[in-house]
């Protein structure tokens, strides 16, 4: 079955970076897009990147520049580097196969002085 597991996660000061990773099973990894997505306290869910199978890349405006998604297809593996985090960037973050609808458990990251 899909599995997917983010770890990275944790509490950074503003300014500072962190680098996610996700971990994917259950199916071909190297044919499916893949996106993160983020969520924060009392707020939807929102796409923050995505990465497509030919490895092109998207980004929400507020993180263009600073976050750079990324994928190992031979080790099933999509990653999310985080660079000079703000305060909003707080959220938990979940990776997420656009082929299925399943969520993992996320990572939360929290970005505070």
């Known amino acids: 079955q899909v599995q997917l597991v983010e770890s990275g996660g944790g509490l950074v000061q503003p300014g500072g970076s962190l680098t996610l990773s996700c971990a994917a099973s259950?199916?071909?990894?190297?044919?499916?897009?893949m996106d993160w997505y983020r969520q924060a306290a009392g707020k939807q869910r929102e796409l923050v990147a995505r990465i497509t199978v030919s490895a092109y890349s998207d980004y929400t405006y507020s993180v263009k520049g600073r976050f750079t998604i990324s994928r190992d297809n031979d080790k099933n593996m999509l990653y999310l580097q985080m660079d000079d985090l703000t305060p909003e960037d707080a959220a938990g973050y979940f990776c997420?196969?656009?082929?299925?609808?399943?969520w993992g458990q996320g990572t939360q990251v929290t970005v505070s002085a």
């Open positions: 259950g199916f071909t990894f190297r044919l499916s897009n």
């Open positions: 997420k196969s656009m082929l299925y609808d399943y």
